[in-house]
């Protein structure tokens, strides 16, 4: 079975690191650390002998299974955990037939798979958590980089009134912090221990079957759950959904830093290196390649958060279909996120920023960005309405004449009657009307800072 296909896209929309926790060895390795588990917790209440426990734990490797062999075996049997039971009983017996006999007693295939991944994604988190802190770092520090770079503000993509590069960052900083925060929050209640049985009563363990469940979470480090979770998805779907957050707010930045890449706007880039964003055909291109994966994986994330929410409704106590749906569908989430993550690592902290190309065009209106501000300083001593009006005409006759505001404003009486050459000079600078544009960028790295503190 040919297990590179996928390695020629792999490297460009997914973190090795987290495509390697859920391989197909991360994935059996989560089932056989349950399983290693459960044996030391049964031991440790004395439901088996302490002896087989090293028989047990020896052969909870995955490297000694033959995946090809499991894969054969899965498309009959329905699931990962029956074959790979079956196979490490076999293995055991090799060693000890009495060890053999307490392999995966009370436990069903589905408490397997289930903590199995959730010790997967407990590996997962870690990555997330990591790339996530070290991001916010990045974005806090080109925040406060550029906290005064005037910088066109766009609404429906037509410009509008300056801001600043660092305001737009501070943005994409303030989404990142509260995705760490609704991480730390969601990890509680996601790094739960499935152990249930048959049908969730773990009645194979008699009354011993609670005390096993407490030992057995204490054993793989996991949260005991307040009852047995088989048909309950709530806990993966709420990570799925935080995913489809994170997916969505990278997907903004790369958003943003393509539209700014754009030749028209030549504002910002990613950083340079040889070969990257070249073209097959044309020598002069610098795609946003980087932007390319966050936006792909923005695009992508929806519907594989769609199947997870699909999935919730599962029929009673174990259900058909609906669960096989999750498989690889929460997997591959992960992997499309860790990706996005990586690529806005990549371009972040290296951002190229031509500030001057900025000046110039917010200077491509002719000063009608500025409008606004004459607009509102007029207002204060004509009336609203009055200045509303004055200042549009201004713009249109600006328009017509090809003119600068600037010099419309100049030669219109009613204007210079309330405004002196120096004001209107003033109000026509972007740099003066910057709003609170510096206040929002302290307000986003002082929140980040807070978030490492706590």
């Known amino acids: 079975m040919d297990r590179t296909s996928h390695q020629l896209f792999d490297a460009y929309f997914m973190q090795p690191a987290m495509r390697e926790v859920f391989s197909d060895r991360g994935r059996l390795q989560g089932m056989l650390d349950f399983e290693a588990a459960l044996a030391r917790a049964q031991a440790r209440i004395g439901l088996i002998p302490h002896a087989v426990i090293a028989d047990i734990e020896g052969c909870c490797r995955a490297g000694l299974f033959d995946v090809d062999e499991l894969a054969l075996a899965i498309a009959v049997a329905g699931n990962s955990a029956i074959p790979l039971v079956k196979a490490l009983g076999r293995l055991i017996a090799k060693r000890s037939p009495e060890a053999e006999r307490y392999v995966h007693m009370g436990a069903t295939s589905q408490d397997a798979m289930d903590s199995g991944l959730v010790l997967q994604l407990r590996a997962a988190v870690a990555l997330l958590e990591s790339d996530l802190a070290q991001l916010a770092d990045a974005l806090a520090e080109q925040a406060q980089r550029h906290a005064g770079t005037p910088l066109a503000g766009r609404t429906w993509l037509q410009q509008a009134t300056p801001v600043t590069l660092g305001m737009k960052i501070a943005g994409w900083l303030g989404a990142v912090t509260r995705h760490r925060q609704r991480l730390r929050e969601l990890k509680p209640r996601l790094l739960c221990l499935q152990l249930g049985g048959a049908s969730g009563t773990l009645a194979a363990l008699g009354e011993q079957g609670f005390d096993v469940s407490e030992a057995l979470a204490g054993e793989l480090g996991l949260n005991q759950p307040d009852q047995p979770w088989h048909t309950q998805r709530d ?104 990706g996005s993550l990586q690529q806005a690592l990549a371009v972040i902290p290296g951002l190229e920023v031509d500030a001057q190309r900025m000046l110039q065009n917010l200077d491509l209106t002719h000063g009608l960005v500025l409008a606004e501000a004459v607009s509102i300083a007029l207002a204060q001593r004509m009336g609203r309405d009055a200045a509303h009006h004055l200042i549009e005409r201004c713009c249109r006759r600006a328009v017509e004449q090809g003119k600068h505001l600037r010099e419309v404003l100049g030669a219109e009486p009613e204007v210079t009657a309330q405004l002196s050459s120096q004001a209107l000079d003033n109000l026509l600078n972007p740099t003066h009307y910057l709003g609170q544009s510096k206040r929002w960028v302290k307000r986003a790295v002082a929140d980040h800072q807070a978030f490492n503190l706590r």
Do not use: Y
């Open 235 to 338: 806990r993966l779907v709420e990570f799925a959904g935080f995913l489809g957050l994170v997916a969505g707010s990278l997907g903004k930045i790369g958003r943003d830093i393509s539209l700014m890449m754009q030749t028209e706007a030549a504002e910002v880039f990613e950083p340079a290196a040889a070969g990257k964003g070249g073209s097959s055909t044309m020598p002069h291109k610098r795609n946003p390649v980087g932007a390319a994966v966050m936006i792909g994986a923005a695009t992508r994330a929806p519907g594989l958060v769609a199947t997870m929410l699909s999935a919730m409704p599962q029929e009673h106590e174990r259900s058909l279909g609906l669960w096989h749906a999750e498989w690889e569908t929460l997997p591959e989430l992960c992997c499309v996120v860790s």
